[in-house]
């Protein structure tokens, strides 16, 4: 779904028009209060934002959206007037990903839309780690298992990425104090036993996947 912020009728209907007939579905608001509104409802997967608008106007909306973590990598193209140059720059210094010049060409619109959707798409699985029923979004900082969230220490966090970055790989105790906790605790080996006891407890029924290697250390996994 993809939410179009315009207050001029005839544009934002043409472009409307361009985004279904090219198989994308898209909402269109007049204004950034209805547009809140749609937000609330649900979260699309790509903006486009008019920047003269009445009440708050593009730039506000996109750095209202910039500020916010549920939104702050949400793809934001701005709609600019021709020869705009401050607008441009402007823009894309807060925050936007991309901008189209007034009035759009329509073939230009679809194509910048989908680059700009496959470019998010991308990011977001670098970005998200997933192992069986868990879920790690490395920069929302946030772990599911189940789609249930579960609250981490930063350490259990680290110390969950780490291991599920490398999945079926066996760490001994040295080695995650090393690359976890970035210092060398000769000897308080302990600590990371403590860890993983917390962690397997919090992920529940995922805790299992984290196996002790007898002798060895741990890794995450059901592999070989
Ligand atoms: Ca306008």
Redesign the pocket.
């Known amino acids: 779904m993809i939410y179009i912020v315009?207050?001029?009728p005839a544009v934002r209907e043409l472009i409307l028009y361009t985004l279904n007939t090219a198989g994308l579905e898209a909402k269109g608001f007049e204004d950034g209060q209805n547009f809140w509104r749609g937000m609330a409802e649900r979260t699309p997967s790509l903006v486009m934002l008019?920047?003269?608008?009445p009440g708050e106007d593009g730039f506000t909306l996109l750095k209202r959206l910039r500020s916010s973590k549920k939104t702050n990598t949400l793809p934001v193209i701005m709609l600019t007037a021709k020869g705009s140059e401050y607008d441009k720059v402007f823009g894309l210094e807060n925050g936007a990903d991309d901008y189209l010049v007034k009035p759009v060409g329509m073939m230009e619109l679809v194509a910048r839309t989908k680059a700009l959707l496959r470019r998010a798409s991308k990011e977001k699985d670098a970005e998200t780690l997933v192992l069986e029923n868990i879920c790690v979004n490395i920069p929302g900082h946030k772990v599911t298992v189940d789609k249930e969230e579960v609250f981490l220490t930063l350490k259990e966090f680290d110390l969950l990425t780490h291991l599920v970055k490398n999945e079926n790989t066996v760490f001994s105790r040295e080695q995650l104090l090393r690359r976890v906790w970035g210092i060398d605790y000769v000897g308080e080996t302990r600590t990371v036993d403590t860890h993983i006891l917390t962690l397997r407890g919090k992920l529940g029924s995922a805790g299992e996947l984290i196996k002790t290697v007898r002798g060895l250390g741990y890794k995450i996994g059901n592999g070989l």
């Open positions: 315009e207050d001029e008019d920047i003269m608008l």
